[in-house]
């Protein structure tokens, strides 16, 4: 349903980024292991959701995981702001891994505006 895969290529990659990310803040100099844990958990699991969005069964269930995944990613970049704001991680680095996930979020929150299931909460505001 993802044509192109091009959302699942990123969202993989964002995955390891945050894998790489948790290693740094667990490491040595840091040794965060709470947030960085909470951070690890949701940007991972933008890509799994959206590789189950990949083998949907319906429109519905394909929708019904973008929309975890997009959920997913503004937990994400919570606790990137979080670890941020606490001086776990600098400017340049929150900068940098904040806008993939943004990037994410945007092009998942598109998908989203193109199904019922949007465009019904869009419309109730």
Do not use: P
């Amino acid at each position: 349903m993802v044509s192109d895969n091009n959302l699942y290529q990123k969202a993989f990659s964002f995955s390891i980024r945050i894998v790489k990310a948790y290693q740094y803040l667990t490491g040595e100099g840091k040794k965060e292991y709470i947030l960085s844990k909470q951070l690890l958990r949701s940007g991972t699991s933008i890509g799994a959701n959206i590789a189950e969005a990949n083998g949907a069964i319906s429109e519905a269930d394909f929708s019904c995981k973008i929309s975890i995944s997009y959920k997913e990613s503004l937990e994400t970049k919570y606790w990137l702001s979080l670890l941020k704001e606490t001086g776990y991680l600098d400017d340049k680095m929150f900068e940098s891994i904040h806008k993939d996930a943004d990037e994410l979020s945007k092009i998942m929150f598109t998908i989203l505006k193109s199904t019922k299931r949007v465009k019904t909460v869009i419309s109730d505001q």
